[in-house]
């Protein structure tokens, strides 16, 4: 998907919402275990309750591979369910030297050789530019790279300054930038971060920004509006556990879309505030 299609589904859809896929096998409805494959079901079911309600999908990938081949076949299947119209991202956060950061874009990205034809892949920058560069070089691909993550952690390495004051997270932003452009890399942005937006979009003005860390984790999404919202919207702001686990009932399937839709409720007002729609 490129960037001008992700823009006409924020407006089409009213919507800047991505929804994890974090399907942890001890949280499903119970009566989902005698499935076939209740991961995959559960997924199903998610992604047909709340597909127009949002522009992108994110399984993290831990808790499939956590579950070996079992795991790895409920993520293609997922994988293949996820409507074309919405940017499928694995949030795998890989990142190693260039061969095998390589074979981890072809694992992701090359659905001829994996079955796996991701849109989208997280990635931790650590390595530096030969970790990221083979996933930017993926044709009509995106590289989100983890720039000042939701967590309480993130603060440990990724504030500290420089001798110019410049904060660790803002030299990601500055270098990575130089590797990609708004066509083919975005940013992790923690939604707890509040006011750092503003300091992002100093260096980051115009790419798309993923934003994990509203609903569970607390963070305010009036707030990532307020400081990280740009002209074209530029904001993925995801929800998780708040969807997928609003109901561990039989209802599961409804009640997540009664979140989405609050979600994409408030998106809408602030696409209209913003002169966007
Ligand atoms: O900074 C980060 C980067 C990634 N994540 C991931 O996003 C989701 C958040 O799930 P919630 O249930 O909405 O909290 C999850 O997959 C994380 O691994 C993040 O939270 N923060």
């Not at 920004?209 to 509203?214: E, K």
Request: proline letters at 4%; a negative charge; charged letters at 20%.
């Amino acid at each position: 998907m490129t960037r001008s299609e992700l823009i006409q589904q924020i407006k089409a859809k009213r919507s800047f919402l991505c929804i994890g896929l974090d399907t942890d096998i001890d949280q499903l409805p119970p009566h989902l275990l005698d499935s076939e494959d209740p991961v995959f079901e559960f997924n199903r079911q998610i992604i047909a309750a709340t597909a127009d309600l949002c522009v992108a999908y994110k399984p993290n990938v831990a808790f499939y591979e956590s579950r070996g081949i079992a795991g790895w076949k409920s993520l293609q299947k997922t994988w293949e369910a996820l409507p074309k119209d919405c940017l499928r991202i694995a949030d795998a956060k890989r990142g190693d030297i260039g061969n095998t950061a390589k074979r981890y874009a072809q694992a992701f990205f090359d659905q001829e050789t994996s079955g796996l034809g991701f849109d989208a892949i997280t990635i931790a920058p650590y390595m530096g530019h030969d970790s990221v560069q083979p996933f930017l070089e993926f044709e009509g691909k995106w590289g989100i790279v983890l720039a000042l993550t939701s967590n309480a952690g993130g603060l440990d390495f990724q504030t500290i300054p420089n001798g110019d004051g410049v904060q660790l997270f803002e030299q990601i932003i500055q270098k990575t930038n130089t590797w990609g452009s708004i066509g083919n890399l975005m940013y992790v942005v923690g939604a707890t971060r509040g006011e750092a937006f503003a300091t992002i979009r100093k260096h980051a003005p115009d790419h798309f920004l993923l934003v994990p860390g509203v609903g569970a984790q607390g963070g305010s999404l009036s707030d990532v509006c307020k400081y990280g919202m740009n002209a074209d919207c530029g904001l993925l702001v995801n929800a998780t556990r708040s969807i997928i686990y609003a109901s561990k009932g039989k209802d599961f399937a409804e009640k997540a879309r009664q979140e989405a839709l609050a979600l994409q409720q408030e998106m809408e007002g602030e696409l209209l505030a913003s002169g966007i729609l």
